[in-house]
C-alpha cells in the first residue's frame, strides 16, 4: 500500500502527518488488498477570515475506489471524520464481494 498526503495552500507539521500517517496504517485491518491510499489537505475559504480545514481520501482497491470529503474547524477532526466513512465504505465494498 503507498501513501500520499498532499497539504494544498499550506505546509503540514510533523505532528499532523503522524496522525494521518497512524490512522491510514489501520486500513489494512478492514482490507488487505489496498492498493493506494491518497490524503489531500486542503484549506478552504482563504479569502475569508473563516478558513475550513478539508480532508479529501481517495482509497484505491482493485476494480474499486473509496473518496471521502471531510470538512471542520481542525484537520483532525475533518480526517478522522472523513477515516470513519472510508472504514466504513470499505468494510461495505469488502461484504458484497464476499
Avoid: G, W
Amino acid at each position: 500500500m503507498t501513501l500520499n498526503i498532499q497539504s494544498v495552500r499550506f505546509d503540514a507539521d510533523e505532528k499532523l502527518i503522524e496522525h494521518v500517517n497512524k490512522k491510514i496504517a489501520k486500513l489494512s485491518t478492514y482490507h488487505d488488498r489496498i492498493i493506494k491510499v491518497d490524503v489531500f489537505l486542503k484549506l478552504d475559504n482563504v479569502v475569508h477570515t473563516i478558513k475550513d480545514k478539508v480532508a479529501e481520501i481517495k482509497v484505491t482497491i482493485p476494480k474499486n475506489e473509496v473518496f471521502v470529503k471531510s470538512s471542520s474547524k481542525s484537520f483532525e477532526e475533518s480526517f478522522d471524520n472523513a477515516f470513519e466513512s472510508v472504514c466504513t465504505q470499505i468494510k461495505r465494498k469488502k461484504e458484497k464481494l464476499a
